[in-house]
């Protein structure tokens, strides 16, 4: 009985994500006194996963399954589970892998828990912590259930070495026509820049800005840092900015290692969303914003003349280092 | 085309979350419940459904009698019937399974729920409900349009969006974009009058399985007063050399 982890790729790579589930499947499967096995799709380099603890992965390499479809891709990790006799499942917190991972619960009837902060706290009973309350809270659950699905908050476990070697089956799922009902017609997706779900940085502006042309000076902040760009809720409501930027309770959570946040007062919905960020700095005109109660740093300032000379330092290190 | 579309009774975004019984369980004291916003998106993109192609619009939400006033508010805003499973919702897969049952007595088209509610963030309701139906689903939905039985649907991802065809019967996991926040709908005087008439149906909930139990719940430690700098060169040496984040 191993333990399964579902180790997510973007065109034949291994995303970020894939090395830190890795790593929490590695961990959970030395408290079972197990082993854990990956399952791979279209990706190549498998054997890297060794350096995560990965004892075998399972190869899925088929063209039906590009683009993603989240029924397919949970049918096959369901299948690889029975296969593999695990009864603990590990995911990410990615779009897809949220899409996919209520499917492979239902398949299973396995319990599921989302949002998943630590390594467990028992496992019997298997209890973990996660954060709930749209991150103003945790919550510490337990699965009652045999199978368990556990997904795990990004950024939130690391990336942990645990030099292994890797032995890489093929495995062809029994995939069937009625796992397709659901096509991908087409995909916009801005290729070669951080996304906020998986950006260790993510530089986010606000209202402060004053209009969208203002947004220059956020992309090079951003681009020095190679950091996700994000907005307010105000923004995006306005049209400043897409909807997809927006971070708050309503919009996407932020658990980035650096959240820079730029002309953003800091409403309690907004704070919810980036409360997992673990080092927050703010950049704001007005003292009493209440986003400098939440923040780490701070520095009271105008953005217009705070960020182009923030940039120019940045540029400045990144040349030393060069 | 027969629509329903799933309630999650939640505390305001402004709430102060605490806990109470030992940290055991939401300290509902002073709370203010509302319509999860995901799932306001999804009731307000039924009504353009309703008054732009004639649907049928019905509410679903696995709650206690003090959900009432906030599925009353949905019928005030226009949905024609609501049915309360009465049961205290604490386990995703429970309340999925429930809310099929619905859904299979009901003949729905279309199932609209909220992507995840903003109290428990489970986030599994909709795909969980979908497979035990064999529907299909699409989560993070930010646009359906509905023609006979075909639907095209976008869905946001990572980085960005998704263009989905598929077919009814449909579940979707909704959330902002489905509408805009401005299209959203404050119910009015006759609303709030007519709610009153509409059939709220209670039904007992089904035999299910309880996945998950939630043993005790706490906060996040409090913060350490934020340091200032006086200077963007004392900033990036902050974070360059105390926080090593940059």
Redesign the interface.
Known sequence: MAVLVYTESENGKFKKNAFEVASYASEVAKQLSTTVTAVAVNAGDNESLGTYGISKVLNVSDDKLK?FN??AF?NLIAEAAQKEEAQVIIVSS???T??L???L???L???????VVAAPESTDPF?VKR???????????????ENKVIGVSNNAFGVVENPTSAAVESFAPSLEDADF??????????VG?A????AD?VVSAGRGLKGPENWTMIEELADV?GAATACSKPVS?LGWRP??E?VG???KPVAS??YIAIGISGA??HLAGV?SS??K??INTDPEAPF?????????GDAFE?VP??IE??KE?KAQNA | MKILVCISNVPDTTSKINFTDGDTKFDTNGVQFVINPNDEFGLTRAMWFKEKQGATVHIATVGEATVEPTMRKALAIGADEGIRINAVPTDGFFVAQQLAEVVKNGGYDLVIAGRESIDYNGGMVPGIMATLLDMNFVNTCISLEVDGDTATAMREIDGGKEKISTSLPLVIGGQKGLVEETDLRIPNMRGIMMARQKKLNVVEPIDATKATTDLKFDKPAPKGTVKLASSVDELVTMLKDEAKVI
């Open positions: 683009p989240a029924k949970a990615s779009a897809d949220k899409f991972a209520p499917i619960a239902a398949k009837s396995a319990g599921y828990v989302p949002n209890t954060t709930a309350f749209s991150n103003k809270g945790f919550a510490h659950t337990q699965i009652t259930t009902t659901v096509k991908s017609v087409e995909v916009d997706k801005v820049k996304t906020i779900a998986d940085i840092l409501d909807h997809g927006h309770q309503t919009g290692n650096l309690i919905q409360s673990k080092t700095v703010v400098f109660k939440a923040a780490d740093y701070g520095i009271v705070v000379q923030l330092k940045l290190i």
